[in-house]
């Protein structure tokens, strides 16, 4: 009877994989930030409105939080995105509160650059294997459970 070989593959660490998938999900978002130039605004600006866009209507600070930038930088951002008329400003009551929303335009242009952005992934992704992608596609579910944990 042959013997069978044991498997001595190491056991994964996680901070070995949480390095390499670091390292790949920066690797990734570079290459497709390539294609955001065809939206004519910026990354900070294209981020912002982003949020707006999937998060709904937010305050000046608000929406600093969720970009992990102080208000004054936030202020700027949407001053450059009202000035092409890709969010609106909602004054309240309290003249000094105000809510920052998407226009249809800036929806759009955000939305065809998500377009873009999908596009060129999957152009990639045509080149595996239909089990390949299967593994990839159950690796994006596992990856979203783990970002409801953090």
Known sequence: MPKRKRNLALP??????ADRLHSTAIHLLRLLRVV??????????????????F?????????????????????RIVAGLERAKLVRRRTGQDRRSAEIAATKDG??????GRRRRVEVLAGGLRALSPS??????????VIQ?????L
Not at 12 to 17: I, K, N, Q, R, Y
Not at 36 to 53: F, K, T
């Open 55 to 75: 998060g709904g209507p937010r305050s000046i600070g608000d929406l600093a939080a969720a970009e992990q930038v102080r208000p004054p930088t936030m202020s």
């Open 107 to 112: 929806t759009r242009i955000l939305m065809e």
């Open 36 to 53: 955001d130039r065809a939206s004519g605004i910026g990354p900070a600006q294209l981020s912002a409105l982003s949020v707006l866009v």
């Open 12 to 17: 994964l660490d996680a901070m070995a994989v």
């Open 132 to 141: 390949e992608l299967q593994r990839l596609d159950q690796f994006a579910v």
């Open 145 to 149: 459970q783990v970002l409801q944990k």
